[in-house]
């Protein structure tokens, strides 16, 4: 398999006065280039957002949040029965003790 691959982001966090809160967003753009010749397309573009929240109330406690959402398309996924246009959603939490 012959690919060429490009990826770039942007990062921007900014942090409270304190820094006991921390808010971040990220953006990246990603392409694969095809360049087998082979009948099956394997290239794929897309991007995707995160944004983050980080809260540190005490020293041992840190809690966040983060949303991600991903667009992409990718021909290849035709041929097992699924759309192009291929996407995901992400949430997750997190409580994290430190000792």
């Known amino acids: 398999m012959d690919v ?4 770039g982001y942007a990062l921007l966090t900014w942090a409270g006065p304190d820094e006991r809160l921390r808010l971040t967003a990220r953006y990246d753009r990603f392409r694969n280039e ?3 010749a082979q009948p099956e397309p394997n290239q ?3 991007w995707a ?3 983050a929240a980080l809260y540190t109330p ?3 406690l840190r809690v966040g949040v983060e949303v991600l959402d991903l667009r992409s398309d990718r021909p290849a996924a035709v041929f097992s029965g699924t759309p192009a246009d291929a996407g995901a959603h992400r949430g ?3 409580v994290r003790l430190r000792f």
Request: cysteine-free.
């Open 49 to 51: 957002v995160t944004i």
């Open 44 to 46: 794929e573009a897309g």
């Open 92 to 94: 997750q939490a997190e």
């Open 58 to 60: 005490r020293p041992w």
């Open 34 to 36: 095809d360049r087998d």
């Open 4 to 7: 060429r691959f490009a990826a």
